[in-house]
């Protein structure tokens, strides 16, 4: 009961946040904090509940990002329905990685992610035009400015993008409390823990690690897509870098890759870090922002290899047992 009001109030307290603190630096903060929830929630589906460690998943956002402007550039279309092309696409390739690793042990997959990132990074960047359209290649893309038009993505105000990315969020923990819940999940559950045992007792280990990559690498997709109309500018060596990749991995990490929420934990945490050390010291030490995340993971990894949500819910559960026993009295 207590945990239920407790998520109930997180809910309430987070769609009123645009009512009680309207500043503009305020929301843009809130909004890059959701989006990287969305985004480690996105890839918790592949790498927490499959247990498949993906590094390159700033491919597939890319993937999203530049399907979804280039059509809306060049062909009309808006980015609602270029987001779901993107995300089909992403997924292909997800598909295609995933045929070529999955039936491999070991980290193949993982290093595979990694080069399919930098490999499009590079071609990308290399290639001023894909299939006859042009991306300007390390330029990177300016998307048109329609002003207030919510048929094309675009909003006077940045409080529409907060509820926007709140919405796609919410979405895809209630998909992935669905998933933890069902069978895919249980099957995903038992791959994780043993791959061979999964096997011989008939488990498709292959086409369920490749559902989970699927819908993983298609929800980030969606996600490039409203990183690109939210920015309005889509930068290569960005939106395809290794360490926007990194940044979804270790807000799962140090959130806590098996519960649900640990990723919405880790993100609340690290980004208004990580934006606080960009301001105070980018200048004069870039990239150091990813090495305290790296110094972070690895000390979660050898103190609370759960995740900071795991000790939080031991608090709650301390804290809901000393009410009960004050209560009872």
């Known amino acids: 009961m207590l945990k239920t009001v407790l998520v109930l109030a997180c809910c309430v307290g987070i769609l009123a946040l645009p009512l009680v603190f309207d500043g503009p630096y305020f929301l843009q903060t809130m909004i890059l904090i ?7 929630c996105s890839w918790n589906i592949l790498g927490g509940l ?5 590094l390159g998943h700033s491919a597939f956002a890319g993937i999203g990002a530049y399907t979804s402007t280039l059509a809306f550039m060049y062909l009309g279309l808006s980015p609602w329905f270029g987001m779901i092309a993107g995300g089909l696409i992403a997924g292909l390739f997800a598909l295609g990685i995933g045929c070529a690793c999955f039936r491999l042990k070991g980290t193949y997959f993982t290093l595979s992610t990694i080069a399919f990132g930098a490999v499009l990074r590079i071609f990308v960047l290399a290639n001023n035009s894909i299939c006859g359209l042009q991306t300007r290649g390390a330029q990177g893309l300016i998307v048109p400015l329609k002003g207030n038009m ?7 105000g940045k409080t529409p993008y907060y509820y926007l990315i ?3 969020t919410g979405m895809v923990i209630l998909l992935t409390i669905f998933i933890r819940n069902s069978k895919v999940g249980y099957l995903l559950s038992a791959i994780k823990a043993n791959q061979d ?10 086409a369920y690690k490749q559902l989970a990559n699927f819908t993983s690498a298609f929800l980030t997709a969606l996600g490039g897509t409203f990183y690109a109309q939210f920015i309005l500018y889509i930068d290569p060596n960005r939106i395809f870098g290794l360490d926007f990749a990194l940044e979804f991995v270790l807000i799962a990490i140090i959130g806590g890759q098996s519960a649900t929420l640990g990723p919405v934990l880790g993100a609340f945490i690290l980004v208004p870090i990580s934006d606080v050390v960009r301001a105070v010291l980018g200048g004069t030490y870039p990239g150091l922002h990813v090495a305290l995340y790296g110094a972070a993971m690895m000390a979660i ?4 290899p759960q995740g900071l949500i795991k000790p939080l819910g031991h608090l709650g559960g301390l804290f809901a047992k000393q009410r009960k026993a ?3 009295t």
């Open 150 to 156: 919510p048929s094309v993505m675009q909003f006077a």
């Open 34 to 40: 959701v989006f990287f929830a969305y985004m480690s």
């Open 326 to 328: 004050t209560s009872t």
């Open 301 to 304: 990894i050898m103190f609370m």
């Open 50 to 54: 499959a247990g498949q460690v993906s």
């Open 166 to 168: 709140v919405v796609m």
């Open 197 to 206: 045992a999964a096997a011989s007792l008939g488990v498709n280990v292959v």
